[in-house]
């Protein structure tokens, strides 16, 4: 019978999970404290990369939340996982700051107020001009600090004191809620809340390589670094990076790879309170143990672990077939096809290499490189001009039968 746990958590990001990494770990933080406390200096940018699963996400989410327990910021975190394009990457920023500055602002009736049409403008495509004076005339007619949006009603759709003649004309004129718009209404937004609380607002963009329309990447690095007034983190991985990158992150982060201890330790982090910790603490250890040899990665780590303990019998024996069963199932590739083309990627150390190379050296079909490549056993060294790729590291549980 499998093990129904769900206990491993191969996705979560959840930073009470976070184990390991110490000296990284102290490092960061105080990279990042030095920085957010350095207010008012202008491009203060941040990079983190590392290759996929390797625990970017979940070192951001504990740096971060440990940090706001020492110094006072407020922290706006948004994953491009979500997000078709740069846009709306900008108004998940919106979205979550209007959730952030709820809690800043708990007692603060216009604040409040102005922080509930932040939010609905995250959410719109146009608003129309009459829209917006409405939305000022009830602003106004509260009291309390305010968090810079009617200020910039007033300034960008030009409403301010009585409604003239012309402007009642106009009520039904749309402005369209586009990236630019959002770009000022979170600079302006940003620069009012910072000095009025006098906190830091720190952007962190996590997954930004994960953004469906991959072009507009580098659009949105282009139109968040027009905006100055906070601390932008960006995470991604490191096959994402563009020279747009290199130009506007100065001292990038790497996030490397763990250890076979270090994986040992996540992965009893995890079982600690699990509910089915007394088999798990059975039948795993032979199983984990063989796993965390021949690899670094914990997300692989972790996939293969929650693989076998929800579909097999955890078996040492037969745990190199059960894991052909999780190509098929995750990756929707013949197992045998996926065997041949990462032990031969394995038995060279996983070098780079073009496709030509690998269609004439592995002897599978250019169709088969191709669509190896979609399903994303096979991976690019660049997510944008792709020359050369190597195999996941999911597949490296091959190496069991090497
Ligand atoms: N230091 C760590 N402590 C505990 N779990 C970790 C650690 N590093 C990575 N993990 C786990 O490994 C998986 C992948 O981590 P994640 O942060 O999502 O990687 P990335 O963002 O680099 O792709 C997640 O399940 C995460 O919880
Ligand atoms: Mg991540």
């Known amino acids: ?126 608003v129309t001009k009459g829209w917006a004076r409405s939305r000022a005339e009830e602003i106004e007619a509260t009291a309390g600090a305010e968090i810079g949006i009617l200020n910039f009603f007033k300034l960008r759709v030009g409403i301010g004191g009585k409604e003239t003649g012309i402007e009642e004309l106009t009520r039904t004129v749309e402005i369209e809620i586009d990236s630019r718009f959002l770009r000022q209404l979170l600079s302006h937004v940003i620069e009012t809340v910072s000095s009025d609380l006098d906190k830091e607002v720190v952007i962190a963009i996590d997954s930004l390589d994960q953004i469906h329309d991959k072009d507009q990447i580098a659009e949105f690095v282009h139109e968040i670094f027009k905006h100055r007034k906070s601390l932008i983190i960006a995470v991604l991985r490191s096959e994402a990076i563009t020279l747009e990158f290199h130009r506007s992150f100065r001292d990038p982060i790497v996030i490397k790879d763990l250890s076979g201890d270090a994986l040992r330790e996540i992965l009893a982090k995890r079982i600690e309170n699990c509910p089915e910790k007394e088999i798990l603490d059975q039948k795993l250890p032979p199983i984990a143990d063989k796993l965390r040899a021949i690899t670094v990665n914990p997300l692989s780590f972790l996939t293969w672990v929650h693989f076998l303990c929800t579909n097999t019998e955890l078996d040492p024996e037969t745990m190199f077939d059960d894991l052909k069963g999780f190509v098929s199932n995750f990756y929707g590739v013949d197992p045998e096809n996926a065997s041949v083309i990462s032990k031969f990627f394995l038995n060279a150390g996983n070098p780079f290499l073009t496709r030509a190379e690998i269609v004439k050296q592995t002897e599978i079909s250019e169709g088969d490189s191709e669509t190896m490549t979609e399903n994303g056993i096979l991976v690019p060294d660049n997510l944008y001009k792709p020359q050369k790729y190597r195999i996941s590291p999911d597949l490296a549980f091959f190496k069991l039968d090497t």
Request: proline content about 3%; aromatic content about 6%; glycine content about 4%.
């Open 1 to 126: 019978m499998p093990i129904y746990t769900r206990c491993i958590q191969p996705q979560s990001i959840d930073p009470i999970l976070f184990t390991n990494r110490e000296d990284e770990y102290r490092h960061i933080k105080e990279i990042l404290r030095s920085i957010i406390l350095a207010r008012g200096e202008d491009e203060r940018r941040l990079m983190i990369h590392g290759d996929r699963g390797t625990g970017k996400s979940i070192f951001l989410r504990k740096v971060l939340s440990d940090l706001k327990q020492e110094i006072d910021f407020i922290p706006v975190i948004v994953d491009g996982k979500t997000s078709r394009n740069a846009e709306e990457l900008l108004r998940d920023v919106c979205e979550n700051l209007a959730l952030e500055l709820r809690g800043e602002y708990k007692r603060d009736e216009k604040a409040i107020c102005e922080i509930s049409y932040l939010d609905e403008i995250s959410r719109v495509s146009t």
